[in-house]
């Protein structure tokens, strides 16, 4: 009788015991996704107010974060990546964007397979990255593929579907593809419009996206009404100092450029400069776009 109550309190401490270690590791577990997710939100404000030298330093320490608590398949992780990913691209830092971008989608497809939201992300943040350098031939089969998938995963209407149509619009405009690319971004906008309604960050895109179809193909009456909404709605909604507010200003000065309407762009120039230096730095490549 000894031993059996001497087992059973040696069990129940043993049980006790590996019960208060759980117990502790799920409180510092929530300690450490409570950390993250304070990184997180401060990485978040950054993309979305553009303020994307201020937000590089907290993404990385989210990242690295990441990493060392949940592991590198961890759904924080791919977000934390992405990220990072974004705002070296958006500081024209691609290099340094192209490897956390092709990790992210090889290790979400591998994990969570290739309709997750997070791969569908994934492989249109690489796509995008692409175009961004002008590697038409590499980003066409990828974005493609989001928007089929996108589509069919998410509906019509979805506005991660609506982003991946207006990119695909955006790669045929790029090249030339004009026929191919103006359905694209007319659907685009009627479908953001109706969704999103008419002030969201995504719709003004849409906006500017179609404009800038109409300025590529000389069709300037067309364009510059669109212009001018995109920026009067961006100031509203995004504020004067926005990266996208800035890139308003340009293409009203571009317009004007193309049509020899000196006077009229040279003082939006000058102010479109000025911004991107304070805002993103001197040597964002959207200053010589302002140069």
């Known amino acids: 009788m000894k031993k059996y109550f001497i087992s059973v309190v040696c069990l129940m401490c043993g049980v006790m015991f590996v019960a208060a270690v759980a117990e502790a590791q799920d409180s510092d577990m929530k300690k450490h996704e409570e950390q993250w997710k304070q990184l997180n939100a401060e990485v978040m404000k950054a993309l979305d107010e553009g303020h994307y030298q201020y937000g590089t330093p907290i993404a990385e320490k989210a990242y690295l974060y990441a990493v060392k608590y949940f592991g590198k398949i961890h759904r924080n992780t791919l977000t934390s990546m992405n990220n990072l990913g974004a705002l070296y691209e958006l500081q024209g830092r691609y290099g340094e964007a192209e490897p956390l971008y092709t990790e992210a989608m090889r290790l979400c497809e591998k994990v969570l397979g290739k309709e997750h939201s997070y791969t569908l992300s994934s492989i249109n943040n690489l796509a995008m990255l692409y175009y961004s350098q002008g590697r038409y031939r590499e980003a066409e089969p990828l974005l493609k593929d989001v928007c089929q998938l996108h589509e069919r995963v998410l509906g019509k209407e979805h506005s991660d579907t609506l982003i991946s149509i207006n990119n695909l619009a955006a790669l045929y405009r790029s090249q030339g593809r004009y026929g191919e690319a103006e359905p694209l971004y007319k659907e685009a906008l009627k479908m953001s419009e109706k969704v999103l309604g008419k002030e969201h960050p995504d719709t003004l895109i849409s906006v500017h996206n179609l404009a800038d179809l109409y300025k590529s193909q000389g069709r300037y009456g067309e364009a ?3 212009y001018k909404e995109a920026l009067k709605l961006s100031e509203k909604v995004l504020g004067k100092e926005h990266p996208g507010t800035l890139q308003s200003i340009n293409n009203i000065a571009t317009l004007y450029l193309s049509q020899k309407r000196y006077r009229e762009a040279e003082p939006l120039l000058i102010k479109a400069l000025q911004l991107r230096e304070k ?10 776009q302002s140069m």
């Open 224 to 226: 510059e009404p669109l």
């Open 279 to 288: 805002v993103l730095g001197k040597e964002h490549p959207d200053i010589l």
